[in-house]
């Protein structure tokens, strides 16, 4: 079973940007969908950003799209997501997911979150 951690989180002003990246252990990681969720104090944990197995397909919540890149390099069983034009509503934990397919399926497992705050 893969094994992720999730890393580059921070304390960033809005407008900025920032990388987060999620390590995966093993080498089954281009065998799993990968999606991004965060979750805001006092709030659902909510999806993000998903990426297909090969990265050549992409999906977005509506609220990030245009700002946020997801990417994976699975030679380096790493995904990343890039987050530019930081808001303050964008503050969250952020967490990854490893998912049988592109959208759909059972999740495998979740890594134990990076936080971004995102100042005014």
């Known amino acids: 079973q893969v094994q992720l951690v999730e890393s580059g989180g921070g304390l960033v002003q809005a407008g900025g940007s920032l990388r987060l990246s999620c390590a995966a252990s093993?080498?089954?990681?281009?065998?799993?969908?990968m999606e991004w969720f965060r979750q805001a104090p006092g709030k659902e944990r909510e999806f993000v950003a998903g990426?297909?197995?090969?990265?050549?397909?992409?999906t977005y919540t509506d609220s990030v799209q245009g700002r946020f890149t997801v990417s994976r390099e699975n030679a380096k069983n790493t995904l990343y997501l890039q987050m530019s034009s930081l808001r303050p509503e964008d503050t969250a934990v952020y967490y990854c997911?490893?998912?049988?397919?592109?959208?759909?399926?059972?999740?495998?497992?979740w890594g134990q979150g990076t936080q971004v705050t995102v100042s005014s």
């Open positions: 997911a490893a998912r049988r397919d592109f959208r759909r399926g059972e999740y495998v497992n």
């Open positions: 093993g080498r089954t990681f281009s065998s799993y969908a």
């Open positions: 990426i297909s197995r090969s990265g050549g397909l992409t």
